[in-house]
């Protein structure tokens, strides 16, 4: 009898395992039907809107806002963190310009792992105040790290943090080397409450595979950043405005459609757009495009020539995608078009948003550790059936 008629049935399979409730969670949640994103309980617009990263940063890692007095304390704490360790900064100059900028960053915090590994009292044992400490330690370095690799391939010297100002307004300064203007400060900070967190996506769930083996939080912070690297996740942010820029040299808004019709012939997938929860739009973009009509309007009236031509694609791309597929932009479509208009080199898209979604990763690798189970699920095999090794005489 052939194997094919012995084999068992295949069982259901899940791939991309769409669909699937592996765990629960207080951290966040998505709920793709009322289009809403909510931090432990709290609506994102409304944290964008009245709070500063720092605060979504204690809520993340602490479960509750600050009060004034948890602020400053966590404050201190963090710019403590500020400075680049000049054993740090050799690790990053041993690393080629011609390498990523993620890269850069996955190397930096496996490096500071190293330098301050989480400690624990017997393997795999680990204190949740010790987690949450290195984690506002890593969250309070990662702009030091970023601006210092993005203005070293700039031929540009270090600038040194400064204690006095807030988190976003001292990361742009580090990166620009001149106090950013309160729009900027806003519009990236807003970027920075929106990156946070979200949910059960591909780089948490895979900080949460590592943490459930016990290993430690730089672990499993490096690994979530391999997965954000990919187009399909994080660097779509890079991938969405290296198409705006594409189409806009390329016929700009008038050849949108042109574009998108033969992209679509080649079955190439739009970056920027789809989402694997959100199939009626992202929950977070209204308030990312919010932020993002303020910086364009600021480009135009500097007489910024370019910014009209870019804004008229961004719209087109939009309209043209939603026409011929019924797909919306999620969050990486605004914010890649943002952080171009304030500044920044492309590449760095994706580590901007490291520095940000460390702090869900960081959640729920504390999470992950309260009620822990290995994550080990099946697979079904359909390779050669059973054989045996030919002789080698
Ligand atoms: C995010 C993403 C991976 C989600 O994928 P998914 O949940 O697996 O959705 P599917 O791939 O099943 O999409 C369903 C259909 O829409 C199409 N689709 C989804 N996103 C698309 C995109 N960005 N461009 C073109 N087609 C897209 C798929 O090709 C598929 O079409 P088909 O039914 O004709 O085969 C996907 O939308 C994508 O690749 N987007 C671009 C990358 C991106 O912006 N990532 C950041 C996400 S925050």
């Not at 710019?79 to 990523?100: E, M």
């Not at 309007?297 to 370019?306: M, V, Y």
């Not at 080990?376 to 390779?383: C, E, I, N």
Request: charged residues 25%; aromatic residues 6%; negative net charge.
């Amino acid at each position: 009898m052939s194997d094919t008629l012995t084999a068992p049935p295949a069982p259901e399979l899940h791939k991309g395992l769409a669909g699937v409730v592996v765990d629960r969670t207080a951290v966040s949640s998505v709920d793709a039907a009322s289009n809403s994103l909510l931090y432990r309980g709290y609506p994102v617009q409304q944290l964008a809107a009245s709070c500063e990263i720092e605060d979504v940063a204690y809520l993340l890692l602490h479960g509750e806002l600050p009060t004034p007095e948890q602020r400053s304390a966590f404050d201190a704490e963090l710019r403590a963190a500020r400075p680049l360790a000049p054993g740090l900064q050799h690790v990053i100059d041993l690393i080629p310009t011609s390498a990523h900028p993620m890269d850069v960053v996955r190397t930096a915090i496996s490096a500071l792992g190293a330098a301050e590994p989480e400690p624990s009292s017997a393997p795999g044992e680990h204190d949740p105040a010790d987690t949450r400490r290195l984690a506002t330690r890593l969250f309070g370095a990662l702009p030091a790290v970023i601006a210092y690799d993005q203005r070293r391939r700039r031929d540009l010297p270090p600038v040194r943090p400064r204690d006095d100002l807030g988190y976003s307004a001292d990361f742009l300064r580090q990166v620009f080397g001149r106090e950013a203007d309160d729009q900027d400060v806003r519009a990236f900070d807003t970027s920075m409450v929106l990156y946070a967190e979200h949910s059960f996506n591909a780089s948490t769930f895979t900080a949460r595979v590592v943490a459930s083996t016990l290993s430690d939080l730089h672990s499993s912070i490096v690994a979530a950043v391999g997965a954000l690297k990919g187009p399909l996740h994080g660097g779509a942010n890079e991938a969405a405005l290296e198409l705006l820029v594409r189409v806009a040299d390329d016929g700009g808004a008038d050849g949108a459609a042109a574009w998108l019709d033969g992209a679509f012939a080649r079955r190439e997938k739009i970056m920027g757009f789809g989402h694997r929860v959100y199939k009626n739009g992202d929950s977070r973009v209204p308030t990312m495009e919010e932020a993002l009509a303020g910086l364009v309007d600021r480009a135009r009236a500097s007489g910024d020539s370019r910014v009209d031509q870019l804004a008229a694609v961004y719209d087109a791309l939009a309209a043209g995608v939603l026409e011929r597929k019924g797909l919306k932009p999620n969050v990486d479509w605004p914010s890649g078009f943002a952080y171009h208009l304030m500044g920044f080199d492309t590449a760095v898209f994706t580590p901007l948003f490291v520095a940000s979604r460390v702090l869900g990763w960081s959640a729920h690798v504390i999470e992950q550790r309260e009620a822990n189970s290995l994550i080990r699920p099946l697979s079904h095999y359909d390779g050669p059936a059973l054989r045996d090794v030919p002789s080698r005489a």
